[in-house]
Nanobody, 125 residues
Framework: QVQLVESGGGLVQAGGSLRLSCAAS????????MGWFRQAPGKEREFVAA????????IYADSVKGRFTISRDNVKNTRYLQMNSLKPEDTAIYYC??????????????????WGQGTQVTVSS
């Protein structure tokens, strides 16, 4: 089992920045990748970014490329999502998710077995 706990959400004005953290515990040696997803009211959960657990390979959604950066701290078993130039349309609950399948970095929610509880990000205009 892997436990994931997000933190760092909040309210920010458009153009501002936030950094989300996702701390992993438990059987982290089984992790292949960690992803960030978000879900706005009335919308489906969508992919934001992902990073391979060991090699640090990264992928991003087109909507956040150039504004968001995913990173890792292997000592702390923590992954981060630095969000800059935030827009009102970035408002959502942000979730981190863990993938232990070991196949390839994925943008699909079904590939991730473990999920955090989510953290709210609100961007005001």
């Amino acid at each position: 089992q892997v436990q994931l706990v997000e933190s760092g959400g909040g309210l920010v004005q458009a153009g501002g920045s936030l950094r989300l953290s996702c701390a992993a515990s438990g059987l982290t040696f089984s992790m292949y990748a960690m992803g960030w997803f978000r879900q706005a009211p009335g919308k489906e959960r969508e992919f934001v970014a992902a990073i391979s657990w060991i090699g640090g390979v990264k992928i991003y959604a087109d909507s956040v490329k150039g504004r968001f950066t995913i990173s890792r701290d292997n000592v702390k078993n923590t992954r981060y999502l630095q969000m800059n130039s935030l827009k009102p349309e970035d408002t959502a609950i942000y979730y981190c998710a863990g993938d232990t399948s070991g196949n390839a970095l994925s943008r699909g929610t079904s590939e991730y077995e473990y999920w955090g509880q989510g953290t709210q990000v609100t961007v005001s205009s």
